[in-house]
C-alpha cells in the first residue's frame, strides 16, 4: 500500500471545511493538523474535523515532520509569506486560489518548490474536474466542430463589506475572486493553443480593485475568448464554447457534474460525470504527483499562474 500523506491546514476559515469534505473521497490522505491566526477558532475547527493535532504559531506547525502537504485556505494578501515558509520546511503546497498576483512571485515560488524538490500547486478546481477534461478532449476532436468562440463567465452581488480582503487592492477584485474562474477554464480547455493576444476593462472602486472585469483574449489558432467576473452584478454562471456544427454549455463550470452538448441539427444531449465533490480531483491530483516525485502539476502550473498575472495586470 502507498505511503499516507499527511496534510496540515492553514486558515481555517469559511472554505477550509469544503477541502475536508472532498478530502474524505482521496485515498492514501490524513488531515492530521491545523495552524490559524486565531488559536480558539483552530481548536474549534479541529473538534469539528477530527483533527488531531492544533499549533499555535506557523514556526510549530511548519517544524512537524509528520506533515507531508500543506494546504494553504487563508486570503490570498498572506499567501506569498506563507507559501515561501511551507517551501522552505520542505512540505508539498496546494494554495487556495489566486495564489499569487505577480509574475515575480510566482516564478520565485516554483523556483523555491523545484530547488526544494517539492510540490506546489495552485488549488483551482475546474482544470480537473471530468466536465473540463471533457470539453478539452471535444474540442481536440472536433466533437463540435471548429471552436470559434468561448465565453465564461462568475459574477454575483456579494454582500462583503467593503473591507473585505475580496476588495483589498492587493489581489482583491472581481479578477481576482472570481475572474481565476473562467480564465482557469480557458486556459485549460486549450490544448497547445498559446493567448497570443488580450485586453481587459474593468470598473474600478475607490478602493482600488475592481467591481468588475473583462478580459478579451484570442489564441493562437485564432479562438476567441469573453471572460468576465463581477461582485456587483449576478451573471449567468456557465462556459459556453462554440463550434461550426455546436456548443457545449458547462453551467457553474468551476464545479460542475454535467453539461449540454447541443447540435445545430437540434439534438441535445446532457452527459453527467461522477466526480464525487469539487474539491476531491484536484486533491487526488495533487496526492499523485506528489508519489509521483513531481514538482509541479502537468495540467495547471507555473505557466497557467503566469497567465493569470498576465490577463488580470493587462491594460
Ligand atoms: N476553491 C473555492 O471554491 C474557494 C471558494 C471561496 C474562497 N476560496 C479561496 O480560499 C481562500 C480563503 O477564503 P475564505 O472564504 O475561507 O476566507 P476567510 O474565511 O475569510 O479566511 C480564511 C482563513 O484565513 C484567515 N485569515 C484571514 N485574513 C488573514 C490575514 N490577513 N492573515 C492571516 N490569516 C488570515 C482567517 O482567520 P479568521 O477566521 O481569524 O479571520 C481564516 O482562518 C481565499 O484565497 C479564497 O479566494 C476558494
Given at each position: 500500500m502507498d505511503k499516507i500523506i499527511s496534510i496540515g491546514i492553514i486558515g481555517p476559515g469559511k472554505i477550509a471545511p469544503r477541502f475536508v469534505g472532498g478530502a474524505?473521497?482521496?485515498?492514501?490522505v490524513s488531515i492530521d493538523a491545523v495552524y490559524g491566526r486565531s488559536f480558539e477558532k483552530a481548536k474549534r475547527f479541529a473538534k469539528q474535523h477530527n483533527i488531531s493535532t492544533v499549533y499555535e504559531t506557523l514556526e510549530a506547525f511548519l517544524a512537524?515532520?509528520?506533515?507531508?502537504l500543506v494546504y494553504i485556505a487563508t486570503p490570498v494578501v498572506v499567501h506569498k509569506e506563507q507559501i515561501m515558509a511551507c517551501l522552505h520546511a520542505k512540505k508539498h503546497v496546494l494554495c487556495?486560489?489566486?495564489?499569487?498576483?505577480?509574475e515575480s512571485e510566482v516564478n520565485d515560488a516554483y523556483a523555491l518548490a523545484k530547488a526544494q524538490d517539492v510540490l506546489l500547486m495552485e488549488a483551482?478546481?475546474?482544470?480537473?474536474?471530468q466536465s473540463t477534461q471533457w470539453v478539452k478532449e471535444a474540442i481536440k476532436k472536433g466533437t463540435i466542430g471548429d471552436v470559434s468562440y468561448i465565453e465564461a463567465s462568475y459574477g454575483f452581488r456579494s454582500?462583503?463589506?467593503?473591507?473585505?480582503?475580496?476588495?483589498?487592492?492587493?489581489?482583491?477584485g472581481s479578477l481576482w475572486v472570481l475572474g481565476v474562474y473562467p480564465i482557469a477554464f480557458f486556459l485549460s480547455v486549450?490544448?497547445?493553443?498559446?493567448?497570443v493576444s488580450y485586453s481587459r476593462k474593468i470598473q474600478l472602486l475607490k478602493q482600488g480593485s475592481d467591481a468588475f472585469g473583462h478580459l478579451q483574449v484570442q489564441t493562437e489558432s485564432g479562438i476567441v475568448g469573453s471572460l468576465s467576473s463581477s461582485l456587483i452584478a449576478d451573471q449567468i454562471n456557465s462556459a459556453r464554447v462554440y463550434g461550426s456544427e455546436g456548443m457545449i454549455i458547462v453551467d457553474h463550470y468551476w464545479k460542475s457534474t454535467s453539461l449540454r452538448l447541443i447540435s445545430y441539427s437540434g439534438d441535445i444531449e446532457t452527459l453527467h460525470f461522477d466526480?464525487?465533490?469539487?474539491?476531491?480531483p484536484y486533491i487526488q491530483h495533487a496526492v499523485e504527483r506528489i508519489e509521483k516525485g513531481?514538482?509541479?502539476?502537468?495540467?495547471?502550473n507555473q505557466y497557467h499562474s503566469l497567465k493569470q498575472v498576465q490577463l488580470i495586470t493587462s491594460t
Open positions: 474524505a473521497f482521496v485515498d492514501n512537524d515532520p509528520s506533515i507531508d487556495e486560489k489566486p495564489m499569487l498576483v505577480t483551482q478546481k475546474a482544470p480537473f474536474l454582500s462583503f463589506s467593503k473591507l473585505h480582503w475580496a476588495y483589498d487592492a492587493n489581489g482583491g486549450l490544448s497547445d493553443d498559446d493567448i466526480d464525487p465533490s469539487d474539491f476531491t513531481l514538482t509541479q502539476s502537468p495540467i495547471y
